[in-house]
């Protein structure tokens, strides 16, 4: 070997190395893996299992268990129990991916939530094992405890609480008494105990088994699989076309599946092999995202990962079997998919939903008009400008066809400033855009008198005062003292109560505005009709080139009627009414208003239940049936008023077949004798006339019914379409006109596709039921299919998309489930996905699709990485790298021990609460609700409790008590809690409390603290450009510190520059530290802080950027840069100037030994 060849390896790192994750906890037993993973697969074998594990054998002449002495019990082994455990599995489907589960210890996680339980629980027993009968608070310490059992009288079963992680051992008959028992099959005296009391529960008796150990716990980790293995060697350059070059080199070779799975994973010690191949350079490959789609059901990046992956897979196996058992064959069920997703994916990408505010242009106050103002006077007619072709910039054309409108508080510093910054952008530059404002007159202290003002100058002076008084007002706002009465005075513009104007009629149309639109104290921005959160300022600006281009595209394609105007183009089908709760403007939202749906057996019990009116119009339609149901008592006074509003609307709809459905949770003696009438003239009549009286009793028939198989909460009323459900609590009194917009925006949406894909692929399912019924059920049941619930909320992705493109590599073995893998050969995910082919490949049913993409975007010029997937328990690493990166699964919280041995430490619960700005808490950590409801928390295996933090803002105004969940998998947990209101919560978003979830995390910036320091000081810690691209760039950055904190998938990272700290600073750094300097190195510029009065909270230096900690978090700047999509714009757009041009004569002035160079950090002393 010669020298060089010695250097590099010495440099690039050994030859061979075993890479290992290991759990926090002990190794799990594998028999305990065995019974978890059969029975979550089928409940019904646990019985089963659990005689077969503890040896259990009946007498079969006597009829009773054989209960053999302490220590002459026989255990059975490992080889043993899980050949008896799969011979109860028949279908091979699921015995393979059981087989799967248990090599890949799913189950590791539930077996340490029930250790961790009993590890928590006083336990006065001077054992591992003891029995515990919840409704009498009787513990048992003794193996014996069987023969000596209290007798007991009265015995309240319903206030037992069960856990998560519970098994019942029950007879057939059921139970009168439960005992919980825990302990170690391992332990004798434990299974002498155990089998004693299983004996008894023919007795009326049930057991719950929860497991506790016998063994150290301190001993052997668990070691996990299914992460990924990064490593880094020495990049090598690539050309443009490489990617092309690779996806013809493996279709053309002999075995493509082994040429694919060989090259992608270790693609930089195949570059030099695939370059001096000679073929094209052009491949077209597939438009599909790439990703993986399973039967259809997309997986995001993060959670392509094995856990996710089989969860999918049995998710699909499931959906299969259910349509097959109805009649469905694999063939139609597979037809009826493609269909349902083209047609869906349709209606989605055209679905934006708008809405028309022109009644309401007497109150919005526009700062410009391009029709009529003079600015704008060389403006040209839209008809000759959209007939050139699109050059990217929109057209200046005299006609108001694109608007921005903000619905803000106008004292808020942080929304006046962004609003003042548009204007003056579109204004000074007469963009072709119209710019507005609503102001929300009631939401701080001066709100009111700032909205007066407003009005005031629009009215007496015009649109040019309106904007000349907001530019005022944002001096004062956004000056050092804030907005008081002083500065109010100072404002030289006129109220509107002083003019000759009838001003309440201004306030009366901002209320009906604010009513309509479902406008609070939110902030948000209007574009061209479309809502947009005000968060999203940027994505919403980005919104009017999005509908350039779509104005371009149609005139193009001669879609726009001559003399038609462009703006009624884009706002043709807008609503003139907003209920979010009934309209979602988002797919998540969407998804996550579509309930289960029952089986066939529960959903035709339904017509057994007696309290319940059917009213059925239009019968002889041949449209898509509308079938409403609403649910709640009639002892409510707001519940009959809704009824009534429902019955008005549908005694009127006169478009498609409708059947309206009435319950009355309240045995009301009105609603019995409603069902009394036949007419439905007479009917219609009653029901206008109904008032509400006290409930005789309550119908626990149906509110049983509607509790277990619809999801509602007993004490709320609801709304119920074709598998939406509406809480009309949270949706408010929904009139007719808003009911009509609601159910034509479900017909467009879904039902009228739907109703194609029914009489396409369904003609021989239900046709036992009426027309309603029928297409109630299976429309219900491919809402459910569609937008399936895969407990993410943060999902923006189409629930379901059919690749329409042929498979480049195919195999086919005639299964139920396709699997399909959309793979740019040369980026990260692609690797990724590659290394799950080999995993796939081996299941039975699954036919597996390799489609090719090239995204002709690539910006990498070079390569340096290869991937394995860890499948088995030790990984050995057997060439040259650089460093080693491990790829778990995003909401694992992993940290390095020494090279190549990671723990795995705590698992991270995502979550949002409707509440914005609350600090939330579990029991030993804490995180704070960013602006919009996200959340963190850590938690470990088994139970854990939040609740909202003590004595800190918010805490007097909400409740959230006894919330309880569970992390019992690999797989993500995200929840979503109920705050109940105590009082109104007045303190403004974002206003911070001193905890923060970085404030133990970041105690190793050990800022120093010299006290008596009257001029502010800046901490500094330095950071260089080329340390992003570094193995150790982790550590620095917090927004990837894998030890506590995970970047949401929903917002886009901000990498490779300084300016990514800006995003994370508010909250890594403590509320004492006043000034932080990021930079490249310690200069004496700096020192100039200590002199300058920052007039913004972010300066940029010559190679420093200084923060003003204090103003960047009270304006919630952090939460800005967290929410931007686009950092560089976000920096542009808030104007931010060099701080250092005003003292920079100031400086050169100065002797070098005069000035005083700040406090700082340098890497060595972290």
Sequence with gaps: MTFWSWLLLFTYGVLSIEVTLQANWSETPFKLNVLETVTKYNASLYSQLVENLFNLRFDEEEGELIIPEIGEDYIITDEEFYQFAMGLITDDKIKSLIEFEILNKFSSVRIQAHYNYFQSIENPCNSNFAMFEPSVNEIYCDSDAAFVLKSVSEYPLESIEFLPFDHLLESANGYKRIFFIYGDYNDFEFRYMFANMYRLIENDIALVWRYASSCDLTSQKELLTGYGIETYVEPVQIENTFACKIINYILNSEDKLKSLTSIIPNLPNYIEEVLKYNSSDLFIGTESVEGMYINGAYLDNDKVDIFN??????????????WESLGLSVHNFKLMDRKLSQSMKRQISQQSIRYDISKYKNVIVYLNDLEIDPTYKN?????ELYAKPNNGKIPPANENIYEIIFIIDITDK?????????????????MPIRIGVVPLYSVSRYSEKATSKLYGSLFENGSIEAFSYLHMLNIFVNGREGLNLMAMRALHFPYLEDLEFAHLSVYNALDTLYSELNVNEEPLVLVDGLMFPFYQIDEAFNQIFLDMDMLF????????????????????????????????ESLAAFRNATTSVPDLEAYQSLDSLKNRLIIEMNVEFNGTPVIIELFGSFAEAAYIEQVKEVVKFASSYKSNPLKLVIYDTSKTSEFEQLLTIKDQNELISFIDNIQPLESESIDFD???FLTASFGFRPTENYLFISGRKVNLIESGFISTALLNEFINFELNFRLNSMKEVIDATMKEICNDFNKFDRFEYLSWKLSTFFFYNDNDIFSTTAPRITINSDSHIHLNKNGSIDIDLVIDPIT???????SHILWLETLPFVNLSIHFKNSHDHCLKFINRNYKLALSSSNAINQ????????????WLTTCESEGEYTLTAFLVEGYVKQKGLPLCLAEDSTFVVENGYFQLKSQPGLFEIGIKPNTIGSNSFELSNYKDSVLSFNKKIISPHLKQIEKFTEPLGKRTSNFIFDKVFSWFKFSNKHARKEPLVNVFTINDEDHYKPGFEIWNPSKLERNYKWPKWISPIFNSKESYLAIIDLAIPEDVGRIAISEEITEELAIVNQLIMTSPICFFKDSIIVDLGHFKNERWGEMFRFSKDSKQLLVSLNIKECLNPVEEELRNKNKDEIELVDYLTKDEL
Aim: charged residues 30%.
């Design 880 to 891: 040259p790298y650089d460093r080693i990166k491990l790829d778990a699964p995003h909401h």
């Design 309 to 322: 992956i089989v969860e999918t897979i049995r998710n699909e196996i499931s959906n299969v079997d259910t």
């Design 702 to 704: 149906i509110v049983d």
């Design 553 to 584: 595209e149609d005139n193009k394609n001669g879609m726009i009627p001559h003399g038609f105007k462009l703006k009624d183009c884009l706002r043709k089908e807008a609503l003139k009414l907003r209920n979010p709760v009934l309209i979602p």
């Design 379 to 383: 403006f040209k007619p839209s008809s």
């Design 828 to 834: 990260n995910f692609g690797q990724k996905l590659v």
């Design 414 to 430: 942080f929304q006046l400033r962004k609003l003042t910054e548009y204007a003056e952008r579109i204004l000074y530059k007469n």
